[in-house]
């Protein structure tokens, strides 16, 4: 039932132990987008603002993928090379 903001958004958040040792929102915490409002500042305080995130950058993940790819594709050229030369006419014999 919650909807975070746009990046880049003002957004107030109100957090709620989850009783786990960890913290969750929604609409019914009272978080909304926008700056606190003032009866919100006056119960609470001005509360802390934390700088935007930057944007994720998968380049390292894009490349990693990449090459796990390739390598994928080069063994399965190498199996059929393997096979498509059929049986060895090489003939051993012993002493």
């Known amino acids: 039932d919650y909807e975070a903001v746009t990046r880049g958004q003002g957004h ?10 960890s913290w969750q929102t929604d609409a019914c915490s009272g978080s909304h987008a926008g700056q606190p409002s003032f009866a919100e500042v006056a119960f609470f305080g001005a509360g802390t603002v934390v700088p935007p995130s930057p944007p994720t950058d998968y380049t390292a993940l894009m490349i990693g ?4 790819i390739a390598v994928a594709i080069i063994a399965f050229l190498l199996v059929l090379r393997g096979q498509s030369r059929g049986p060895s006419t090489l003939n051993t014999t012993s002493p």
């Open 12 to 21: 107030t958040l109100y957090l709620r132990s989850a009783g786990d040792g």
């Open 65 to 68: 993928g990449a090459v796990v």
